[in-house]
């Protein structure tokens, strides 16, 4: 069964790029066919945020629970979404540098993305900083717990309430996706695959922080 959603995931993703790079997009102003770095660059962003509300779900468990496989769960995916993350801001910066002309602008989008990754930037130092299992346990948590709930506004609030040159003609603030049947059939599989392969990752980065957990037991 992984073995079939490996593959599954390898021909979504190869089938994003391939027809998201082949087939026509219609003329979208002021885009063009710079439209499809959409393809790529919003589930990127849609990974980070469930990746960050993941990591603040498993925090909310480890409190509950104290156990520790809940903080390794929590941790793991918190690396995933500051990957994705960061991923979504290199997409991003070359859509700019396509639309605005240069790679940053810091544009209300890339100023509140930014601020994001210095938030979970400072997680990772939190973590990093703390020797004891349960304190930094207990402590990420917490932080994570009050990151989580930054993201909405950065990602969502805070790039609608500033003006904006971010366009806005595809995914509008009304909730509406404007594509044709073909854009939109390559788009909803992107964040399909995306969102396969974020679970792919993480089972796989669970169980690789979980053996380095038992490793670093045994020779204590």
Known sequence: MKNFITYAIFVIISAVIILGLALPIPDIPALGDKARVLYFHVPMSWISVLAFFMSMWYSI?????????????????????????????????????????????????QTSIFILLLIYGAYFALRSAIESEDQRAKLSSVYSIIAAVTVPFFVFIMPRIVESLHPDPILNTQGKINMDSSMLTVFLSALVGFTMLYLWMLDLKIRAEKLNYKKLSLTD
Do not use: E, M, V
């Open 61 to 109: 468990r480890y409190l509950k629970t104290r156990d520790h496989n809940y903080d390794i769960k929590s941790y793991s995916s918190a690396q995933l979404g500051f990957l994705f993350c960061i991923l979504a801001t290199a997409t991003g910066s070359l859509w700019a540098k396509f639309s605005w002309g240069s790679f940053w602008n810091w544009d209300p989008r």
